[in-house]
């Protein structure tokens, strides 16, 4: 491996947790984010159901759903209607730090 491959996957890393220290620990809202994650990790939902499994209304789950897929945290499959929503790429690699914040934030 390389220095500069190295030091790009270390800033990566970097960024990766900076994006979910933001989303955890630097929104409000953010338990309704944990708990929609946290649902998501179970099976994909749409966001009919997310809003129905967490008794809030769609508007505020989809505020929620929209702010983790600008983050890359979750990703959209099918089309607009209907679509489901499952753990990227990006959660699930750093799934260890996200459990670190979620206690975190559990703490407060």
């Known amino acids: 491996m390389t220095i500069s491959k190295t030091i790009i996957e270390k800033n ?4 990766n947790h ?31 159901q997310i ?4 008794g809030m209304h769609y508007n505020t789950a989809s505020y929620h759903v929209n702010l983790l897929l600008e983050s890359k945290l979750i990703k959209k499959e099918g089309g607009n209607y209907g679509a489901i929503y499952l753990p990227a790429k990006l959660l699930k690699e750093n799934i260890h730090t996200y459990n670190k914040l979620k206690a975190e934030l559990l703490k407060k």
Do not use: H, W, Y
């Open 12 to 15: 990566s890393v970097k960024k």
């Open 18 to 48: 900076e994006t979910l220290n933001t989303i955890i620990l630097g929104k409000k809202g953010a338990e309704t984010t944990v708990r929609i994650i946290d649902l998501l990790f179970k099976r994909p939902l749409n966001i009919n």
């Open 51 to 54: 809003a129905e499994q967490l």
